[in-house]
Every structure is written in structure tokens, then in C-alpha cells.
């Protein structure tokens, strides 16, 4: 961590260049955390004391896109040194299919991929019997904004060596749906995944956008199914049946948490997906790649502790 991040003891803002869509994020070291974009197959590695990347890691090849299309990569998890990322695997915003969005890989840390890319999760989940009465099929052939269309963006490694898949849509009856996955390293060379029993939360019909491990609990980035800025961040024990609790973070406001994770000192980092928020009222794709930007909240743990009463 920088020396002005090891002084702070207050939430600040910093921000990046070079993309707008920031959608998954871990930390690396004391001064950098690797950021991927929903709308490139490419990683970067920023200093956390702001600014443009300072290295960029190209995964085209290895996701094989058609076209060298986008994977849509929303979420990443650190387990056992090796960093996973998931892709949406729903549609496009037309509703069209493609295998390219239904992807579980790894990294290592500096985002040289390990394995190969697992394409099979959603057949998986499709063939769990618990699963069925929530008509991922049916889910999966809709745009993924639309009600009950299919978009999963959070991704938690689980003190036992698993992951925690967790969805924006669908919500379920207004719940937001978490399903377990156990140790994933087998997938990297053509194992089957072991799915978990699913599990359902609370958080006020919002869906899943990030999750993270810390501590002894996890903490949820919670925003709505389709379109809209109601967001919200919760803290949830890891027990099914336990309701997650949240919390008013005034310093939140205005951004659109898309990824959270904590770096080695406790310090709580939300990064904002920015794609529609550019200068001047402009959307990602009218700036130019230089220009283009996100917002990233960190907040110190002697004031998120706070937030929960710890």
C-alpha cells in the first residue's frame, strides 16, 4: 500500500484510466490490485494511489472469443494463490447466446491463465436437481437485464476452498441466489463442478453485484436486477437462514458498485462501474481509451467497522 493509503483514516476516493466498465477486482500486493472491464478480455494492474494501469494482460487468445468478442468477465475471487474470474454467462443485452459468456478460469496473480477455461458451469447448474424451480433455462434465454433474465457478477473463495457464485439476476421471489461450488481446481483440467445446495438472501430485491470473504463474514455489493442505482452494502455471516445485514455508507452515494475486495490492511475497496458516468455526460464508448475512467471507494477498517457495530 502506498504511503498516503497507510495515513488514511477516512474514506476517499481515487480514480483510474484507461477503462470505464470496472467489473471484478482483487488485490496483488501492498501498492496493486488487478481490475478487469465487462466489455474487453483484458486485465489491468493499477497502483492504488490512482492513475492509468501499469500493465495489461490481453486474454483474448486464451478465452477464444468469436470474433474476439467480449467474455464479459463480472466477477473474481482469490483461492489458493491463483486469482478465478467468471464470466456473466447470460445473453447479450439482445438476447442472443453465446458460449463466449459462459467461462470460469484462472489467473495467477500477475494474469497468466492456469488450465483452461471451464464452459460448463451453466449445463451444471441446469442438470442440479435443487436448482430446478428456478428455471435457469428459461432465465438463461432472456436478456440478462430483463425480469428473470440470467446474469451472475459475484464470486467469493469460501473459508473451505470453494466458491460462492452469486447472481444479480434472477431474484427469485424478490431473494437474491447464491450457489455453491466446491474446490474448483479440478475444473482447470476437465473435472466436473460439485454444485452445493442454493442459497437464498435477503437484500430487499436487489441482486448480487460482489461478493467478498473478510474476517469472519462476507460482504455483499448489492444493487437492482435490471437498470437503476439502488444500491446497497450488506454484511452476511455465511450461514443460509442468517439475514444479512445492511448498512447506510453516505460515502457510496453516487457510484455503482460493481466489485469489492480488501487489501492486506482491512482496507474496503468498492470500485464503480462508470460506463454511463463519463465527463460531460458521455458514455464509455464516445471517450477516448486514454480518457476513460472509474471511481474506486476505499474506506479504512476502523471506519467500515463501524458501519456494523464491530
Not at 470460469?104 to 430446478?132: C, E, Q, S, W
Not at 436486477?225 to 455465511?238: I, M, N
Not at 455526460?281 to 464491530?310: H, N
Request: glycine share 12%; aromatic share 8%.
Amino acid at each position: 500500500m502506498t504511503k498516503g493509503e497507510h495515513a488514511m483514516n477516512h474514506a476517499e476516493h481515487f480514480v483510474h484510466y484507461r477503462i470505464c466498465d470496472a467489473s471484478a477486482a482483487v488485490p496483488l500486493d501492498d501498492e496493486h490490485f488487478i481490475a478487469a472491464d465487462d466489455e474487453t478480455n483484458v486485465l489491468h494492474v493499477y497502483r492504488y494511489d490512482a492513475g492509468p494501469p501499469v500493465r495489461e494482460c490481453d486474454l483474448t487468445p486464451f478465452l477464444d472469443t468469436e470474433d474476439g468478442g467480449e467474455a464479459d468477465i463480472e466477477g473474481a475471487a482469490e483461492l489458493n494463490g491463483q486469482v478465478w474470474w467468471i464470466t456473466s454467462h447470460g445473453c447479450d443485452k439482445k438476447g442472443r447466446s453465446s458460449a463466449t459468456r459462459c467461462q470460469l478460469f484462472a489467473t495467477d496473480p500477475a494474469g497468466r491463465p492456469v488450465g483452461k477455461p471451464y464452459r460448463r458451469l451453466l449445463d451444471d447448474m441446469l442438470a442440479h436437481p435443487l436448482l430446478d424451480h428456478f428455471e435457469l433455462a428459461k432465465a438463461a434465454r432472456k436478456a440478462p437485464k430483463d425480469p428473470g433474465g440470467l446474469c451472475i457478477e459475484g464470486l467469493a473463495a469460501t473459508p473451505g476452498g470453494g466458491l460462492l457464485v452469486g447472481f444479480r439476476n434472477p431474484v427469485p421471489h424478490g431473494w437474491a441466489l447464491i450457489v455453491p461450488v466446491a474446490d474448483p481446481a479440478p475444473l482447470l483440467d476437465g473435472g466436473r463442478a460439485e454444485l452445493g445446495a442454493p442459497i437464498l438472501l435477503d437484500l430487499a430485491g436487489r441482486g448480487i453485484r460482489a461478493i467478498e470473504w473478510y474476517g469472519d463474514a462476507y460482504y455483499i455489493a448489492a444493487g437492482p436486477p435490471a437498470a437503476g442505482d439502488d444500491y446497497a452494502l450488506y454484511r452476511w455471516s455465511g450461514r443460509a437462514g442468517d439475514r444479512p445485514l445492511a448498512v447506510d455508507v453516505p460515502a457510496l452515494a453516487g457510484l455503482h458498485p460493481e466489485s469489492l475486495f480488501f487489501d492486506a490492511q482491512g482496507t474496503m475497496h468498492v470500485l464503480s462501474d462508470d460506463g454511463k458516468a463519463q465527463s460531460g455526460g458521455r458514455k464509455c464508448k464516445e471517450v477516448a481509451v486514454e480518457e476513460r475512467t472509474f471511481r474506486r471507494l476505499s474506506i479504512p477498517r476502523g471506519e467500515w467497522d463501524t458501519y456494523w457495530g464491530a
